[in-house]
Nanobody, 127 residues
Framework: QVQLVESGGGLVQAGGSLRLSCAASGRTFSRFGMGWFRQAPGKEREFVAAINPAGDSTYYADSVKGRFTISRDNAKDSVYLQINSLKPEDTAVYYC????????????????????WGQGTQVTVSS
């Protein structure tokens, strides 16, 4: 089991920035690939970004490329999502998730592939 707890969400104006954090406990964090997903009201859960266990390979959804940065600190059992140039359409609940990785991290873009999930943190962007 891996327990994941997100933090760092909030209300921010368009153009602003946020840094989301996800703290892990339980099984060895450094063995998992990690992903961030988001879900807006009335919409399906959407892939945002993923990072491999070593932290040296990342993959992003086209909609966030250049604005979002995923990173991890295996010594702190944490993964982060730096969000810049926020837009109202970024408003959603953001979830971190853990996945067993057997292929390139770019393969892991579907929520069904992830085994462990946090409870989510709300990000609201005002225009």
């Amino acid at each position: 089991q891996v327990q994941l707890v997100e933090s760092g969400g909030g209300l921010v104006q368009a153009g602003g920035s946020l840094r989301l954090s996800c703290a892990a406990s339980g099984r060895t964090f450094s063995r998992f690939g990690m992903g961030w997903f988001r879900q807006a009201p009335g919409k399906e859960r959407e892939f945002v970004a993923a990072i491999n266990p070593a932290g040296d390979s990342t993959y992003y959804a086209d909609s966030v490329k250049g604005r979002f940065t995923i990173s991890r600190d295996n010594a702190k059992d944490s993964v982060y999502l730096q969000i810049n140039s926020l837009k109202p359409e970024d408003t959603a609940v953001y979830y971190c998730a853990a996945v067993w990785v057997y292929r390139s991290i770019s393969y892991y873009t579907r929520w069904e592939q992830y085994s462990y999930w946090g409870q989510g943190t709300q990000v609201t962007v005002s225009s």
